[in-house]
C-alpha cells in the first residue's frame, strides 16, 4: 500500500428511498464522481454503499449532505477498510454520522453483531408492501367500474350516481399520487442528474395515463385510463415488492454467519465469573465456556478438555477434541465438556468478522461483466422510451384505433422495457455464489477473483503443506562408513537449529526425541534452493541438497545411490558434510494429506489439470506424484523461480490457480490468474490470495472452481433472458402482433411481466443454494 493510501477513510453508507438496480447504478456513478472520493462500490443486494475518500477534501458528513441533496437518506459510518461491515465492534455508535434526512437513527445497537444495515432494506420492503395494501383496496373499485369490470360481466354504475370518469379521479388519485410516489420521486431525482433509470420508465407510463384521463375527465369524455394508471400502480408495487424481497434474501448466507456469535460472554475478572456483553470482551480475558454453549472469541484453552463443533466455520463435520494449548474459534459450538480459554482475538479481528468481512467485502464488489450489463440498461431505458414515442406517433398518426389506443401502447411499450432485471443479473448471483461458497469453507475475496476462477483449467499445487501434511518427520539416518547415525544426526541437528522450515524442524526435533540437547550453531547462514552452513563446534557443517555440496566442492558420488533410493520412496534425503567431506544423509518423508488424491481426482472429473510444484528432487516429487495422481510434476525449482515457472504454463496458454500455504508460495500465488491459498497458512500467503479455502483440505479447490463456474453460468443465463426479454417485448407491447392477431398488452399486465422478470433473474440466482458443499458430486444449478 502506497504512502497516499494510507491517508484515505472508508465510509459505510446504508441509502434509504433508493429503490431499484438502475438507480442503484446512478448512485454509484455519483459517489465515485465527488471531489475527494477514491472509490466507491454499491452492494445492490443490501443498498450499503462503502466510499474510500480523503478526509483532507471530503468527509462522510459531506457525502451524506450531497445524497441528501440529491433525496436520498442515508446513515455514514467511518471504518478501516478490513472492518468496514455492518455489525462489527469496530464501528462505534457514536461515530454515526445523523441521518441526511433525520428519520433513521445510527448504530445503536449491534448486540449479537446483528447486521444493522439490514434495518433499512427491510423498512423498505415493508414500506413498499403497505403501499401495495392500500393502492390494491382502492384499485379493485376502479377496475371493476371501467370497461374491464364490464367485460367479465360487472355492469353496476359506480357509486353516489358519479360518472365512471370522475370514480376514478377521485379514487386513483391517492393511488398515483401516494403509492406511486416512490416511482414518480425516483424518476425525477435522475432526470435533475441528467439521467434516466428504470423507474423513469414506470413514472412514464403512470403519469402518461393519469394525465392524460385528467384531461379528458374535466373536458368531459368518457374515455380515460384511471383503471390503467391505478393497476400499474398496484402492480409495480407489488413486483417491486418481490423483487426487493428476493434481493436482500441472496444476503441470507452472510446474515447466518454474523449470528453465529453470542450476545454475551461468561469471562472470569479477579476471580469472580461475569456476564458481560460481547463487545466488552477484551484481548487476555479468561473466558468462561460450558457444555452446549458458543464459543464467543477466537482463543487458546487455558485448561479443561472438550470437544467442538467448527462445522459451521469449516464444514468439518466431526466436532474436534480440544485440551490445553489448542485453538478455539469465535462461534463454534462446545459439546459436552466444559473449559476455560484465554481471549488472543476479539471484535473485527476474530476469524469469524474477518469471515464476515471478506464475504461483504466480495458481495459489494463488481465483477466486469456487470459494467457492460450497466450500460447496456442505460441505453436500453432510452430504447423504451423512444419505442414509446415511435408507437403513440405510429398509432395516432397512421392507424385508425383512436388516441386512446396509441396511448395505451405507447405506455406498455415504455413500461415493459425492463433493465432492473439487467442490473440484478450479475450481483444477484454473485451475492448467492459468494455465500454459498462461504458456506463450504471457500472465500472469495472479490467478484474479479470468482469470475476469474471460472475460467481455470490448471491447478497447480505447492506439494508441502499442501498436498503433504506440512509436518515431516526423520525416517533414516545414512552414515557413510567410518561415521556413525548419532554424529550425523547431531551435527545436522545443530546445523538446522535456528532454520524455521518444516525440514528444519523435523531434524532438530528428531534428536530432540533422543533426549539431546540441541544447542545453536555459532554461525549459521541459510543458502535458498540449496540448505544451510553453519559452524558446529569449530567445524564447518554443510546440510542441504547435493547442489550445495557439490557448490562447496565436496564430493557426493558415494551417497547418490542411497539418495536416489531413498527418493524413490517419497523421501527428501539431505546431504551432510563437516570440513569439506562427506557424512551422510538425513531422510525426511512429509505424510501425504488423505484427502490429497481425491482432490486431483475430482479436478479431473471437471476437466481441469492438476500440477504439482515442488523444491525437491524429481525422484521424491514423482514418488508423491504417483500417491496422488497429478498430471505434470515440475521439481528442483528455487523457492524465487516457482512464479517463473507459473508464467511458463501461462505462456502456454494455460488459465492457473496456485494452491499454497507458505510465505515462499506468495509470488507465484501473486502471478497466477487465482491464488488459492489454504486457510492455516502463513498470513503473507493468504494476503497475497484471491481465494481462501478455511479448511486445510485441498478438496474443497474442486468446490471452488465449481462454485465459480456454476455463478458464470448463472451470469450468462441471466444477462440472456434479460437481452431476450426486452427484445421480444417491446415490440409486442407497442401492439406489432394487434394486426394479424388482435393483440394488444394493456399496460397493468406490462407492468406485471417487467416485474416478473425481475424475479425471475433472482430465483434462478437463488438456485445456486443446491449446491452442496460436502457432496463431491454436487449437482448442477444450471
Not at 43 to 53: K, P
Not at 168 to 173: D, K
Not at 251 to 278: I, W, Y
Not at 724 to 736: K, R, W
Request: proline letters at 5%; a negative charge.
Amino acid at each position: 500500500m502506497g504512502d497516499a493510501d494510507l491517508t484515505l477513510t472508508v465510509t459505510e453508507i446504508d441509502l434509504s428511498d433508493c429503490w431499484c438496480g438502475t438507480e442503484l447504478a446512478e448512485v454509484e456513478r455519483d459517489l465515485a464522481a465527488l471531489p475527494g472520493v477514491d472509490s466507491a462500490h454499491l452492494d445492490r443486494t443490501r443498498s450499503v454503499a462503502h466510499v474510500r475518500y480523503d478526509p483532507a477534501l471530503t468527509d462522510r458528513r459531506g457525502i451524506a449532505a450531497t445524497l441528501a441533496g440529491r433525496g436520498y437518506g442515508c446513515v455514514c459510518v467511518d471504518c478501516p477498510d478490513s472492518c468496514c461491515q455492518p455489525g462489527h465492534p469496530a464501528v462505534d455508535p457514536a461515530d454515526a454520522a445523523p441521518d441526511a434526512d433525520g428519520g433513521h437513527q445510527g448504530h445503536e445497537d449491534h448486540e449479537g453483531h446483528g447486521d444493522a444495515h439490514a434495518g433499512h432494506g427491510a423498512a423498505m420492503v415493508r414500506d413498499m408492501f403497505r403501499r401495495f395494501l392500500v393502492c390494491a383496496v382502492l384499485t379493485v373499485p376502479i377496475v371493476l367500474y371501467s370497461p374491464i369490470g364490464h367485460s367479465v360481466g360487472f355492469t353496476a354504475d359506480p357509486p353516489f350516481g358519479l360518472p365512471m370518469a370522475w370514480f376514478g379521479l377521485i379514487l386513483g388519485t391517492p393511488v398515483v399520487l401516494w403509492g406511486g410516489w416512490i416511482f414518480i420521486s425516483s424518476a425525477w431525482r435522475s432526470l435533475r442528474q441528467g439521467e434516466v433509470t428504470m423507474m423513469t420508465l414506470i413514472a412514464t407510463g403512470i403519469l402518461v395515463a393519469y394525465v392524460y384521463s385528467v384531461f379528458a375527465t374535466f373536458a368531459g369524455a368518457e374515455d380515460v385510463f384511471f383503471e390503467a394508471a391505478a393497476m400499474l400502480t398496484t402492480l409495480s408495487l407489488i413486483g417491486h415488492w418481490l423483487e426487493m424481497r428476493s434481493r436482500y434474501a441472496t444476503g441470507r448466507a452472510v446474515e447466518a454467519l454474523l449470528s453465529l456469535a453470542p450476545p454475551t460472554a461468561r469471562v472470569r475478572r479477579d476471580g469472580t465469573e461475569t456476564e458481560v456483553p460481547l463487545e466488552q470482551v477484551v484481548t487476555g480475558d479468561v473466558v468462561v465456556v460450558r457444555p452446549g454453549e458458543k464459543v464467543p472469541v477466537d482463543g487458546t484453552v487455558l485448561d479443561g478438555a472438550s470437544h467442538v463443533d467448527e462445522s459451521m466455520i469449516s464444514g468439518e463435520p466431526l466436532p474436534v477434541a480440544k485440551t490445553a494449548g489448542s485453538p478455539v474459534v469465535g462461534g463454534t459450538i462446545n459439546t459436552t465438556g466444559a473449559f476455560t480459554f484465554t481471549a488472543t482475538a476479539v471484535g473485527a479481528d476474530t476469524a469469524l468478522a474477518r469471515i464476515v468481512a471478506m464475504v461483504r467485502n466480495a458481495q459489494a464488489s463488481k465483477a466486469p461483466a456487470q459494467r457492460l450489463a450497466d450500460t447496456a440498461g442505460k441505453y436500453i431505458v432510452y430504447l423504451a422510451l423512444g419505442s414509446g414515442i415511435v408507437t403513440f406517433l405510429a398509432w395516432a398518426l397512421i392507424g385508425d384505433e383512436g388516441v386512446g389506443f396509441a396511448i395505451t401502447a405507447a405506455v406498455s411499450a415504455v413500461v415493459i422495457a425492463c433493465p432492473d432485471a439487467l442490473a440484478l443479473a450479475t450481483p444477484t448471483a454473485i451475492t448467492v455464489g459468494v455465500g454459498q461458497g462461504a458456506r463450504g469453507g471457500v472465500l472469495f475475496k472479490n467478484a474479479t477473483a470468482l469470475e476469474a476462477t471460472a475460467a481455470i483449467d490448471t491447478v497447480v499445487f505447492d506439494k508441502t503443506g499442501t498436498l503433504t501434511e506440512g509436518k515431516p518427520s526423520v525416517t533414516d539416518v545414512v552414515p557413510v562408513p567410518g561415521v556413525d547415525e548419532e554424529t550425523v544426526l547431531r551435527l545436522a541437528a545443530r546445523a538446522d537449529q535456528p532454520s524455521q522450515h518444516p525440514l528444519a524442524t523435523a531434524i532438530v526435533g528428531a534428536a530432540e526425541e533422543r533426549g539431546w540437547t540441541v544447542e545453536p550453531p555459532s554461525a549459521f547462514d541459510s543458502v535458498p534452493g540449496y540448505g544451510v552452513t553453519a559452524t558446529v563446534d569449530d567445524r564447518r557443517v554443510l546440510l542441504g541438497n547435493a547442489r550445495l555440496l557439490e557448490r562447496e566442492g565436496v564430493a557426493v558420488q558415494a551417497l547418490v545411490a542411497q539418495a536416489d533410493r531413498l527418493a524413490a520412496d517419497g523421501k527428501t534425503a539431505m546431504y551432510v558434510a563437516a570440513d569439506g567431506k562427506p557424512l551422510g544423509l538425513v531422510a525426511v518423508a512429509d505424510t501425504v494429506r488423505a484427502s490429497a488424491r481425491a482432490a486431483v481426482a475430482e479436478l479431473h472429473h471437471d476437466g481441469v489439470t492438476a500440477v504439482m510444484l515442488t523444491g525437491d528432487r524429481a525422484a521424491t516429487a514423482r514418488a508423491v506424484a504417483r500417491g496422488v495422481g497429478v498430471d505434470e510434476v515440475i521439481s528442483d525449482v528455487l523457492p524465487g523461480d516457482k512464479a517463473e515457472r507459473i508464467e511458463t504454463l501461462q505462456r502456454g496458454g494455460a488459465k492457473v490457480a496456485m494452491v499454497g500455504d507458505g510465505v515462499n508460495d506468495a509470488p507465484a500465488l501473486a502471478r497466477a490468474e487465482v491464488g488459492i491459498a489454504i486457510g492455516a497458512g502463513t498470513d503473507v500467503a493468504v494476503e497475497t490470495a484471491d481465494v481462501v479455502l478455511v479448511r486445510d483440505d485441498p478438496a474443497d479447490v474442486a468446490y471452488a472452481l465449481r462454485i465459480a463456474r456454476a455463478v458464470r453460468r448463472k451470469i450468462k443465463q441471466n444477462l440472456f433472458w434479460a437481452a431476450i426479454y426486452n427484445l421480444l417485448a417491446i415490440p409486442v407491447a407497442a401492439g406489432a402482433l394487434y394486426p394479424s392477431l388482435g393483440l394488444v398488452l394493456r399496460p397493468e399486465w406490462a407492468a406485471l411481466l417487467m416485474s416478473a422478470s425481475t424475479i425471475i433473474v433472482t430465483f434462478n440466482a437463488l438456485l445456486l443454494r443446491r449446491m452442496d458443499p460436502r457432496r463431491r458430486a454436487a449437482p448442477s444449478a444450471a
